[in-house]
């Protein structure tokens, strides 16, 4: 597969751990914010045993995503949550920033 944009990662190794935590942070203030605490936290945890499916679904329409966000962002997202320890931090993240506010 040839990847057309340079700086979007093809594999977990390639984010680095801060990456990950930034962008694990960002999802989290933007769910916190939209006030979709509840329900985000109830589909990660429904979903938890099929997060590596999640995260192919989400690079394969990745495509049909760029007009609409950053298809960059999206690609690292996919892969950070294809990582089960993952989708336990941005829960934790989640009830955090929503227990700040």
Known sequence: MFNWNTHTP???DE???ADQQ???EKVANQIVKRRMTVPAILFLEICKP??????QILIG??????SIVN????QKFALIIEK?????LLIRLIEEVDGDI
Do not use: K, R
């Not at 298809?71 to 999206?74: C, I, M, P, R, V």
């Open 22 to 24: 930034a962008l694990l």
């Open 10 to 12: 093809l594999t977990l």
């Open 50 to 55: 099929l997060n590596f499916l999640g995260s």
């Open 61 to 66: 329409f990745n495509p049909f995503l760029q």
């Open 15 to 17: 984010i680095s751990e």
């Open 71 to 74: 298809t960059s962002e999206l």
């Open 84 to 88: 089960d320890a993952n989708v336990e």
